[in-house]
């Protein structure tokens, strides 16, 4: 019996039959044969595929395709799915026969309830990530998700197949449960999108900490931004004043503003206030169906007609003054004639040139030029007339004038070599010096678009630093809320002091005020005479009444 037993190990290293695996006891026996032999691997179960690294793939541009790839790697089974947004249906009115039609399908409905009637009549609550698309080329121009949770790793998701979208210009989450850390993980994606991403909104996210303000940060590109019913108060609304500007520094991009469906009161509309007096980009504000009363009514009303400047305010201001006036002489140097005949001097005594030379540079400078002189061709005046030509310090205005000069002295006699030039050379490197001067001028231009609203010009009475005010917003809306006539009367001054300006200033020179002012359903009776002038001050800015009015001229003057 012993013998019978031992001798199928015997066979066993022949030829092991197909799907059986090899004993570790055979492997130590034949130990060459056993390396040569890989080992058996291990199939996954039935339904489960080998994961793979999500940082390996390459997204491809189509988010439908890209999100699906992501998520199986991710390990998600059940994702939303990509969907084109469904357009809204027309309106039009109702047939007899029209709406008969739907109570009949309700009723069958009703009559079968099976499982899947239910499942179609109600897939448009199912998870979904509706986009909208471009007509011509189908890429993605919207991203809507509305009512499911948006965990981390979908963000995470998002961070791998948002950026190559090179169409994509708006974000719009509603409902989708954000908190302060999932929104700090959103923030940080957004500069990873196109630069064509400008509008994001977020509307019924609360959060706990009401860090919103993080959306509106320096470096931010957002132009666009909702944050309705988000349950903000006057904390979240003093993190947003102070993000729209502080003193030292200011947001440069954000157009429009939503804070509509909030829990903002007067307190807080002090500090949108606030963050209204020095930022000069805000166009659009909506502060509807808050808390405002007229406190907080008439802190808004100042910031728009003018107002006074604070101790630390005007200490700013004359800190960025001094500043500039000292950045402006250290890029014209030329505009201090003694600096300037100082560092003329110091080169000149290197090239050889005489003293009484740069005397005569001087007199050039400061009295005109008489016509005998540029007929009579001294040496030293063309050296002079050449050096005024490269010198490094010219603005573009005391260069233009000497064109006739410089031309005039390439013709004549040079004894001097490093300054012999030809009536060609001479025309190149005026070109270039023109360009150097327009670059400079362009970049100085661009530095003063972005200056701080403290060097705006400022009126003195008493004693006081008074700034025009915010002339740049245009659309302010503060519908139901609970303003009184009290806060009518402020805006009424608004307006008066507003148009005002406008007729003492040309409408191309810039902005004049609000257009469009909303202060309906507050706390007054539609016929208060303030809010009547208002409506009548308000109809000729209205860009939309003045348009409407434009149309029914033509239709008057055919009938």
């Known amino acids: 019996m012993s013998g019978e037993a031992s001798a ?10 197909p799907g059986i695996q090899k004993s570790s006891g055979a492997v130590t026996k034949k130990g060459d044969r056993g390396a040569k032999e890989k080992p058996a691997t291990v199939l996954p179960p039935v339904g489960e595929e080998e994961t793979k690294n999500p940082e390996e793939y390459q997204c491809t541009g189509i ?31 109702p047939s007899a026969s029209t709406s008969e039609k739907p109570t009949v399908d309700d009723q069958r409905l009703s009559g079968s309830c099976s499982l899947n009637s239910l499942e179609s009549k109600y897939v448009f609550f199912r998870p979904t990530i509706q986009v909208e698309l471009e007509p011509e080329d189908k890429s993605v121009k919207e991203i809507y998700i509305r009512g499911w949770k948006v965990e981390e790793r979908i963000l995470g998701i998002f961070s791998k197949c948002l950026p190559s979208l090179s169409q994509l210009q708006a974000i719009n989450l509603w409902k989708v449960g954000l908190t302060d850390k999932t929104l700090t993980t959103f923030v940080a994606l957004l500069p990873l999108c196109s630069a064509t991403l400008r509008k994001v909104s977020l ?31 006057d904390h979240g609304a003093q993190l947003l004043g102070q993000a729209l500007s502080t003193l030292r520094g200011c947001n440069r991009t954000l157009v429009s503003l939503n804070l509509g469906f909030n829990h903002i009161g007067d307190e807080g509309a002090g500090y949108i206030a606030d963050g209204l007096r020095l930022n000069r980009s805000l166009l659009w504000l909506s502060l509807a169906h808050n808390r405002i009363q007229d406190k907080g009514a008439l802190k808004l009303a100042e910031v728009l007609r003018p107002f006074e400047l604070t101790h630390v305010e005007v200490v700013e201001r004359r800190r960025l003054l001094l500043e500039k006036g000292s950045q402006e002489r250290s890029r ?27 005397v ?21 005046g063309e050296v002079v007339k050449k050096e005024e030509k490269s010198g490094p310090g010219q603005s573009p205005t005391q260069g233009t004038p000497k064109k ?76 139901r809320n609970r303003i009184t006539e009290v806060g009518l009367e402020a805006f009424l001054t608004v307006l008066r002091d507003q148009a005002q300006f406008a007729k003492s200033k040309s409408a191309s020179k810039g902005p004049v005020g609000l257009l469009w002012l909303s202060l309906a359903k507050n706390c007054f009776s539609p016929q208060c005479p303030a809010y009547t002038m208002i409506q009548e001050l308000m109809l000729p800015r209205d860009p939309i009444s003045k348009s409407k009015h434009k149309e029914e001229e033509p239709v008057a003057s055919s009938t």
Request: contains cysteine; aromatic residues 4%.
């Open 203 to 233: 509307e019924g996210n609360p959060l706990p900490e009401q860090s919103y303000h993080k959306l509106m940060a320096a470096d931010s590109t957002i132009a666009h931004l909702s944050l309705r019913n988000n349950d903000i108060d």
């Open 360 to 380: 005569e540079k001087d007199k050039t400078q400061t009295v005109k030029t008489p016509k005998g002189l540029g007929k009579k061709k001294e040496k030293s």
């Open 332 to 358: 014209s140097p030329s505009t201090s004639r003694h600096g300037d005949s100082k560092t003329e001097r110091d080169k000149n005594q290197l090239m050889g040139v005489s003293s009484f030379a740069l």
């Open 63 to 93: 988010l439908e395709v890209d999100f699906a790839e992501l998520c199986t790697r991710w390990g998600y089974t059940d994702f939303p799915k990509v969907v084109t947004r469904p357009r809204p249906q027309p309106t039009f009115a």
């Open 8 to 17: 199928p190990p015997a066979t066993s290293p022949r030829a092991p039959r």
């Open 404 to 479: 006739e000069d410089s031309a005039k002295a390439g013709k004549g006699k040079v004894t001097i070599p490093e300054q012999k030039l030809s009536k060609g050379k001479g025309a190149k490197t005026g070109n270039k010096e023109k360009r150097n001067i327009l670059m400079e001028s362009e970049l100085v231009g661009e530095a003063t678009e972005m200056v701080s609203p403290l060097l705006e010009p400022v009126e003195h009475r008493d004693g006081k630093v008074f700034m025009p005010g915010n002339k740049v917003l245009l659309h302010l809306n503060l519908l």
